[in-house]
């Protein structure tokens, strides 16, 4: 059963972890020998999401004991180290991977990784830029950039890693409406303006049903509708209305706590 997980590529890390503990305790009598790795890799991994420190703490020793100088088993050492909060010898285990095999992605998102569980955000920023240096095409990594950046405020560099997540994944509403958010925060007439497109964009992904991008055009355009030195089109305000019935409707057809009155007194 833990080999159809494995070859599905998913984690179920809780079944995983349940099944994998009785493999491992008859690993010499219920496993081939050339499945075993395999098995004590993804058991050891799964028992490390599920807070099992013993059976992750053996799965390691048995790999470590058959491939001492496995780069592959370090890895999952550093990664049983960042489960006990040995955060300094993770990161000394993982800068030694890295001397061996500076172009190893799993351990510069390990990396990446680590320096945010530990609250150092400039670090993971630095080390997602290495990762994306060397795989710029891997779309969660350029998110997880966006994320880092925004967290600190710098929104001109988030927005620069959205269009780049644009341009790999153009079809996800989510990342328009995100991209959208960064805009608006940046504030600007141009900046509120492309938002508003792409606030558009979102819901016409999303079939109508993005409620925060219908708020994100509300915004957007009562904005813009103050602004000096814009002129605002015709189809801007038809848009607002069209955002703000939209509102309304998904509210009324909930219509709990009142919050539908709520919304129109907001709106109008």
């Not at 950046?149 to 269009?163: D, I, L, N, W």
């Not at 409707?249 to 907001?266: D, L, S, W």
Request: with cysteine; hydrophobic share 40%.
């Amino acid at each position: 059963m833990t080999e159809q997980v494995r070859n599905a590529g998913v984690r179920q890390s809780g079944f995983v972890c349940q099944y994998g503990r009785m493999l491992v305790e008859q690993s010499s009598k219920s496993v081939p020998k050339d499945e075993l790795y395999d098995v004590l890799e993804q058991v050891s991994i799964a028992a490390m999401d599920c807070g099992e420190e013993d059976l992750a703490r053996r799965c390691v020793n048995d790999l470590e004991k058959a491939f001492p100088k496995s780069i592959r088993v370090s890895r999952l050492r550093g990664m049983l180290l960042e489960m006990q909060g040995k955060f300094e010898l993770a990161e000394e285990k993982y800068s030694i991977i890295l001397e061996r095999d500076p172009q190893n992605h799993r351990v510069m998102k390990r990396m990446c990784g680590l320096a945010k569980s530990r609250g150092n955000v400039p670090a993971a920023i630095s080390a997602c830029i290495a990762y994306l240096k060397l795989n710029a095409v891997d779309r969660d990594a350029w998110e997880e950039l966006a994320d880092l950046y925004v967290s600190q405020g710098m929104c001109k560099q988030a927005a620069f890693c959205m269009e780049e997540i644009l341009l790999l994944d153009p079809f996800v509403g989510a990342s328009h409406r995100k991209y959208a958010d960064i805009l608006y925060t940046l504030g600007g007439n141009e900046n509120l303006a492309m938002a508003l497109q792409y606030y558009s964009s979102a819901i016409k992904f999303s079939n109508g049903k993005d409620l925060r991008a219908l708020y994100g055009i509300c915004l957007c355009s009562t904005h813009l509708a103050t602004a000096k030195a814009y002129v605002k089109k015709k189809e801007e305000d038809e848009l607002h209305s069209l955002s703000s019935d939209l509102i309304l409707k998904m509210y009324r057809a909930r219509n709990k706590n009142g919050k539908h009155e709520i919304v129109k007194a907001v709106l109008s």
